[in-house]
Structures are given as C-alpha cells and as structure tokens.
C-alpha cells in the first residue's frame, strides 16, 4: 500500500549544525509528497512540496528533493537555528484527496 | 491562515460518555478531514468529508462517527468514550486542485 517511513528517534543537534531528516515512501506511481511542521501547542503547517520526480521543493532555507530512483524525500536545512525546533512529519498524496503520514521526528537545536 | 477553528480546544472526560468536537471552516472548502495524533503513530485519518452529508471512513474510525451538515462544519462523535480515544485530534482541509492540507490548532482529549 501506500506509506511513508521516518528515521527513528528524536534529532537533537546544535544551533547552525546541518540537518538532514529521511523519509522514504511506498507508493503506486509516482503521488506528491510534502513535509510538515509542527511547533509546540499548534497543528500542521506545511513546510514545502514536491509534486514530480526530481522536483525540489525549498520553503524558510529547508529543501527536499523529490527522488524516484530511492524513493525518497529528505529534509535538509543547512544551519539550523533554535527556532527551529519542531516535529517534522513527511506526507504522500494517494488519491481522494487524501495524505499518509510518516510518524514524525523531533528535532531539538541547542543554543 | 485557513480559517479552521476547533471547539473545545481541551477536554476532560469519563469513561462511557458521549463526546462531540466540532471543527468550523470559514472558506467553503469541500473536503474536511478528522485525524488523530498519537507518540509513535503519528497522524491517522479517522474519517473524512468530499461534501455535504457525503463522508467516507479512514484508517482508525471504529468507535468514531461524523456529521456533516453544513459546509462549514464537520463533527466528530465519540458514542462512548473510552480510555483508547485519550489523544489529540486533528481537523483539517483540502484546498482544491493542490492535494495540500491545512490543519486546524487541535483539540486535546482527556478520557479517564
């Protein structure tokens, strides 16, 4: 069926390190996928898309490029900062207007 | 900003109650979605809307039922709370032709 996998576990790193957060995805054809962000206390926000292969898709100085040949969506920020800290969910289209979720990641940046 | 708001934003409960969230939309969307969020399972789709009165199940609805009489609002009902259903939940839309989702700010739910 149609799925997406996260990296376990929580991503603690320091303020300006580089980021890279993986997800890869089970689907017939080739669905759009997304990444999510969720800070504290609030729902979803989406963070950016890709909507074909090797589309890459960049929002606030994070990017993902959309890769068929790996099935794969990582999310990369090169120097993060503590605003930053939020858990990020990977998302793929599969039809009926409907999204399937990674589990998501915490990130933490320290100061 | 979607205009999506949650009624009650936080909710304590007991055990065999009747429990009803509501979420609002102020955009006429047509498709609106109830997921839950749980540590270790991320989001899942309870139920979701493509109309007035049209709703479909998704991956976790037993024990769950919605209601979708105006546009604007789609229910979600508990029938008899149980301790499972203690979790955040999520209602969200679909803005036409992009396959993107906007969230609403999430109700948490408390069943003792």
């Known amino acids: 069926g149609n799925s997406v996998t996260q990296m376990e576990g929580p991503v603690t790193l320091s303020e300006e390190a580089f980021l890279t957060i993986n997800c890869t995805y089970t689907?017939?054809?080739?669905?759009?996928l997304f990444w999510y962000v969720q800070y504290p206390g609030e729902g979803l926000q989406l963070l950016l898309k890709?909507?074909?292969?090797?589309d890459k898709g960049s929002n606030k100085g994070f990017e993902a490029t959309y890769r068929k040949e790996t099935t794969s969506f990582h999310l990369e920020k090169g120097s993060v900062q503590v605003s930053d800290s939020a858990v990020y969910f990977c998302?793929?289209?599969?039809?009926?207007?409907?999204?399937?979720f990674g589990k998501g990641n915490q990130v933490v940046v320290i100061p | 900003d979607a205009g999506i708001t949650q009624s009650p934003r936080h909710k304590v409960t007991e055990t065999g109650t009747p429990v009803t969230l509501r979420c609002h939309q102020t955009?006429?969307?047509?498709?609106m979605y109830w997921y839950r969020q749980d540590p270790g399972h991320g989001l899942r789709l309870i139920h979701y809307?493509?109309?007035?009165?049209?709703?479909d199940k998704g991956e976790v609805s037993d024990g769950y039922s919605v209601s979708r009489s105006k546009t604007e609002d789609f229910l979600l009902t508990l029938e008899s709370a149980t301790s499972s259903q203690t979790s955040v939940y999520f209602c969200?839309?679909?803005?036409?032709?992009?396959?993107?989702?906007?969230f609403g700010p999430g109700t948490r739910l408390t069943v003792l």
């Open positions: 809307s493509y109309g007035v009165k049209d709703t």
């Open positions: 998302a793929l289209y599969y039809g009926n207007n409907r999204l399937a």
């Open positions: 955009e006429n969307h047509r498709y």
């Open positions: 969200a839309i679909s803005v036409g032709g992009t396959n993107e989702q906007f």
């Open positions: 689907a017939t054809g080739y669905p759009s």
């Open positions: 890709a909507t074909k292969a090797d």
